[in-house]
């Protein structure tokens, strides 16, 4: 996949949510970092190697599996059993999940924008612009 697709994707529904009901980060990071895994998306101006890089920085992991199972775009699988937890990382992890929001948005396609649906800041993901909010 690509960004490409995901754009695509995104064009196929008024909304393409990647998580709802909760704003923990390390919810947020996860679900961030398995997206990125799961359609392949690159960008060096975006950074988004450092920003993979910084997101596993993020957690501590039970053992090298939990690790490896992670890096392949399971994190939210390793952080849903409990065998990845925020660390005591020099990263802040609400730091990171503001560079994240950043390049979702960056890679937004048309007349769409990344962030919270208006009304529920615990659903987002990509939503169409309304005539109200474009103007």
Not at 33 to 49: F, M, N, T
Request: net charge negative.
């Amino acid at each position: 996949m690509s960004k490409k697709q995901l754009q695509k994707d995104i064009r196929a529904f008024t909304e393409f949510v990647i998580t709802e009901g909760s704003l923990n980060p390390k919810h947020l990071l996860a679900v961030a970092y398995d997206l990125i895994q799961l359609y392949k998306l690159r960008g060096a101006r975006c950074g988004i190697s450092d920003l993979k890089a910084s997101i596993m920085e993020c957690y501590s992991f039970r053992d090298s599996t939990s690790r490896e199972n992670a890096r392949s775009g399971l994190l939210w699988s390793e952080v849903y059993h409990g065998r990845a937890e925020l660390g005591d990382s020099a990263l802040s992890p609400h730091i990171v999940w503001d560079d994240c929001t950043t390049f979702f948005e960056s890679i937004s396609p048309s007349g769409y924008y990344f962030g919270s649906l208006e009304g529920d800041d615990a659903c987002i993901g990509w939503f169409q612009y309304t005539k109200e909010v474009a103007q």
